[in-house]
């Protein structure tokens, strides 16, 4: 279901990933930027050696400080600070774990911001959950899917939004909640729009 390839994995300061594929999807990682705030849970990964380590440093442990680069400035939270260095980089296929499960402004934030980087800097990111993943998205698309397969859309300033693939009807929603609880019909799913979009895709089946 997963076919993207990352540049880079982002690990943020929410809560930690469980679920298989997240885990893989690390485990593969090219290149590893830890928030500093998330490095406490990430201690026991052996991916840690090869990590950078973004933020203002008030979290880090000794033993990893020669591996920080500190960005004091509050205007933006680390997840963006990360962003911004893989973009510096070269990095901008990227993925995003640890985004998502503790605070929900957190969570909001974070899944917001991922509109923000694709708008902005160009970075074609995924944000994983333990339950399914985030992909931003403009105009005509056409993505993999799986039969029974839960999908939610956020507009984002679309006027036209329709969909080929999906069980119920899309249109231009006006409310985030207009566009969840959808599912795929096959392996693909077609999309026609006019402006930006948010995907939501669960790694579980419905009736699995």
């Known amino acids: ?8 994995v982002i690990v943020a300061n929410g809560q930690f990933p469980r679920h298989a594929i997240p885990l893989e999807i690390l485990h593969q990682a090219e290149h590893l930027v830890v928030c500093d705030g998330a490095i406490a849970s990430f201690q026991s990964s052996e ?12 979290s880090v442990p000794s033993e990893y400080r020669n591996r920080l680069i500190q960005i004091d400035e509050q ?7 990360a962003t911004r260095y893989c973009v ?8 995003y774990l640890g985004s998502t499960g503790l605070r929900e402004d957190h969570t909001l934030g974070n899944i917001s911001l991922l509109m923000r980087y694709y ?11 333990d339950h399914g993943f985030f992909t931003p998205a403009y105009g005509n698309q056409t993505i993999p899917s799986t039969k029974g397969q839960q999908v939610s859309i956020f507009n984002f300033g679309c006027n036209q939004l329709t969909a080929e693939g999906l069980r119920w ?40």
């Open 75 to 81: 205007d933006d939270n680390d997840q963006t600070k």
């Open 1 to 8: 279901m997963i076919t993207k390839k990352f540049d880079t």
């Open 119 to 129: 708008r902005e800097m160009g970075v074609e990111g995924t944000m994983f959950t």
């Open 169 to 208: 009807d899309t249109y231009n929603f006006q409310e985030w909640w207009q566009g969840t609880l959808n599912e795929a019909l096959g392996d693909s799913i077609s999309f026609r729009a006019d402006g930006y979009y948010l995907i939501y895709q669960t790694y579980d089946i419905k009736g699995t």
């Open 88 to 95: 510096e980089k070269g990095w901008k296929r990227i993925a």
């Open 47 to 58: 991916k840690i050696g090869e990590a950078v380590i973004i933020g203002d440093g008030d």
